[in-house]
């Protein structure tokens, strides 16, 4: 019980993906309690998360002697062994434990996640494969979809809007997008404003809809 504190988190199953995700939890402040049943998978991470214990999650009794009913948040990070991610899945829902996310390796796998009720199911690798897609396409250094029909894009600046305030560039009107933030090499990133005046070696971020922010990036 000591380990379900107010910002903590259980992940289960610690591969590659619930190992990056547990740690970068631990890295933003949060607990988490990390569940598996390779003790090559538990070993390698004991000690980088608040507590780290090899066992099958399957197993009701191993859930509940961990606490995990106590958890407010859950993280089923088993792909591979779809029966597996199932069944701790429905242990997690049964102890009624609110925000469960779940990873999912294929379409129909997200399918029975999503009927089971799970809130948040995510497809790392699909996902993972559309995002590169935009960036191989173009000369984005990052793409951020955040859904319907927005995105967020990370890229240089093309030189005809450099030297001038960004407000004169007429970008918005023309391109359907907006300049939110910039950066120079060495310094930290800044709103932009309309007297935001861009320089050559900027990299700047650019919102808008996918089709327009990725056009506008695309500018040579
Ligand atoms: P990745 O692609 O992120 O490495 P995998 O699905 O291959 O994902 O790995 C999932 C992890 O979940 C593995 O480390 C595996 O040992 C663990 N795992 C699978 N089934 C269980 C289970 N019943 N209980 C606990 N951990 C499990």
Known sequence: AEVAAADSVVVIGLG???????????????????IDEREDAAQSLNGLLTHVVQAD??????????????FDRAVVAIGTDIEASILVTSLLLRFGIRDIWAKAVSDPHGAILEQLGVGHVV???????????????????DYIEVGDDFALVKTTVHPEFLGRPLGETGIRGRFGVTVTAFKREGQPWSYATAETVLEPGDTILVTGPVRRAESFSQRM
């Open 16 to 34: 590659r993906f619930g190992q990056a995700l547990a740690l970068e939890l631990m890295d933003n402040g949060t607990d988490v309690l990390g």
């Open 57 to 70: 999650a399957t197993k009701e009794e191993a859930l509940r002697q961990l606490s995990v009913h106590e």
């Open 123 to 141: 497809y790392p690798e699909k996902d993972m494969g559309r995002r590169v897609a935009h960036l191989v396409r173009g000369r984005m250094q």
